[in-house]
């Protein structure tokens, strides 16, 4: 349990997991002032690895099946996340969070995927986007009235893409104009995460378009203010994450709901895509493990030749290989998740571990839909949902082509 006292063991009879099995620790990850390598993690760390792998077992597998075909995510997995402390994990004690690491929202976010990567994201866009923003640059007021939400009870959503703004993010048309005691928004929204089930939206919008991205600023935006969700998309993977168009026709939005000031919101949104980028780095990684830990109990299940397939020397070639590429990727990703809580600059450490990570993942599932054979192109393993899951991550929070141009800008400037 994030916010009280640890339970010693999990009710293993009970279908949800008991609320909050870890507690926070001070111990220092690198306590006697000597390098560490990057699989040293605190108790709290481990405490937490443990109790989400065993949620994710108990409580979100048995659900993975219908909630993809439904496309909907079922709400006691959703109550689960909320109850385990797994929403508000960088979020402070005093506003219901469960005060843990960076590192520990990494931790969680590839344990889920490992299970489902639709879940991961779910937790994923709520931790690392929405809640930090919230707790970086919001006033006292908004804080005080959001965090303790987003923490416990409601889910939230980053509200940047556009129609005909996604990479080239700050095209947006979205607008805000000012009035009196508050701004009147108009505009739509495209491929919002969590959209479908969010309560608190952080909507970004132009109040001076004369000013080009320095008129972009971030509001926080309440359901019941008048957002419309409107089409859900049908997806090929992360299904039981929902993903919508908004429109805002008109909504009264108070001043007291700007996060941070006027004209900042294109700062405030690079600087958080940035760590949102580890973030997906974490659920490409689980996604990766996940597919890999399916297929490699098959290999060593069926023979062929009178020997496990999974004995022949091409078959131990190829799993050795993406074992190898699952580990770096890992490495690249816990490295810049630490890089991120030292305070140093992590944005090329960030792109390389997204970019990286989401190969891998395309290549571990494909390659383990291939090792299982005919059972791995149905849905009977399970296997082939992996494959699907893990195509968005070469797509969303940056493509790969942006964290390609963004990691050769950083690298030749050292070089000119």
Excluded at 33 to 61: I, Y
Excluded at 357 to 374: D, F, P, T
């Amino acid at each position: 349990m994030l916010r009280s006292t640890a339970r010693s063991s999990i009710n293993l009879a009970s279908r949800l997991v008991s609320k909050r099995s870890f507690t926070h620790s001070v111990i220092a990850r690198n306590a006697v002032g000597l390098p560490t390598s990057l699989q040293s993690f605190t108790e709290e760390e481990l405490m937490l690895k443990d109790t989400v792998a065993r949620f994710a077992q108990e409580v979100v597998k048995p659900k993975v099946s219908q909630m993809d075909e439904t496309e909907k995510l079922d709400s006691f997995v959703l109550k689960g996340l909320f109850e385990q402390g797994l929403m508000g994990i960088e979020t402070d004690a005093e506003y219901n969070g469960a005060n843990c690491s960076f590192t520990s929202a990494i931790i969680t976010i590839e344990e889920l995927a490992k299970v489902d990567p639709a879940i991961s994201v779910i937790c994923d866009v709520q931790n690392t986007l929405v809640g930090t923003v919230v707790r970086k640059y919001g006033s006292k007021h908004i804080k005080n009235t959001y965090l303790p939400k987003l923490a416990t009870e409601s889910v939230g959503c980053f509200c940047l893409s556009e129609s005909g703004s996604g990479s080239d993010a700050f095209a947006l048309q979205t607008r805000a104009i000012e009035k009196d005691d508050h701004y009147v928004l108009s505009g739509s929204k495209m491929w919002i995460t969590n959209s479908g089930e969010a309560d608190i939206f952080l909507v970004f919008a132009n109040v001076d378009p004369s000013k080009g991205y320095k008129g972009i600023t971030c509001f926080v935006v309440e359901r019941d203010m008048g957002v419309q969700v409107a089409k859900k998309e049908s997806k090929l993977g992360i299904r039981a994450s929902s993903t919508c168009v908004l429109n805002f026709d008109e909504i009264r939005v108070p001043k007291e709901n700007i996060l941070g000031e006027v004209g900042k919101g294109y700062k405030y949104a690079i600087e958080i895509l940035n760590e949102g980028r580890i973030g997906i780095a974490a659920q490409m990684i689980g996604t990766a493990q996940g597919a890999y830990d399916i297929a490699l109990p098959y290999l060593f299940q069926r023979k062929q030749f009178g020997q496990f397939i999974g004995d022949f020397q091409a078959m131990q070639h190829q799993y050795a290989q993406i074992a190898v590429e699952i580990e770096a990727a890992r490495l690249l990703t816990y490295n810049a998740a630490r890089m991120k809580e030292e305070g140093r600059t992590f944005v090329k450490e960030a792109a390389m571990a997204k970019l990286y990570a989401s190969q891998v993942a395309e290549h571990a599932a494909s390659k383990a839909i291939e090792w299982c054979g005919g059972v791995g192109f149905t849905r009977e393993l399970g296997v082939e949902k992996f494959y699907r899951d893990a195509k968005i991550g070469a797509i969303y929070e940056g493509t790969s082509n942006i964290q390609l141009q963004t990691i050769a800008k950083l690298v030749s400037a050292n070089y000119k």
